[in-house]
């Protein structure tokens, strides 16, 4: 059964929250936005692309970065308005270079930062 990606719920922007999660060992990686054409090119290419507001154009997850994001899986969630990217990660996932973009942990009202990768 094909799928296809205008059956998505969208918000008044035409996006779409996209959680990028590793295949390996479960983590979560990062959330950034995913409009139709976007989900689209993800599902042929098996490269993660996301929509940038801010640039307003496609980011090709590890493009220019090296950091790249291989789909294993793309899941869609029960209101069709979330999606979870099942990804095989290369390098950092968060442009700050740490592993995950979710590096601050608060426990008890206290935060901890997680380190950045080493090179």
């Known amino acids: 059964m094909s799928f296809d990606p205008s059956t998505l719920v969208y918000d008044a922007n035409g996006l779409i929250p996209c959680i990028a999660q590793d295949v390996e060992n479960g983590d979560v ?3 950034a936005w995913m409009n139709a054409e976007a989900v689209a090119k993800t599902l042929k290419t098996r490269r ?3 929509w940038s507001r801010s640039r307003k154009s496609f ?3 590890g493009e220019t970065s090296g950091h ?3 789909l ?3 899941r869609v969630d029960c209101d069709r308005d979330c999606l979870l990217a099942i990804i095989r990660q ?3 996932a968060c442009h700050t270079n740490r592993r995950s973009c979710f590096y601050t942990s608060v426990i008890d009202g ?4 997680m380190k950045p ?3």
């Open 90 to 92: 290369t390098g950092a």
């Open 29 to 31: 990686l990062m959330m």
């Open 117 to 119: 990768m080493e090179d």
């Open 110 to 113: 206290e935060k901890e930062l």
């Open 72 to 74: 294993v899986d793309l």
């Open 48 to 50: 993660v692309t996301y």
């Open 68 to 70: 790249i994001q291989d």
């Open 59 to 61: 980011w090709i997850k």
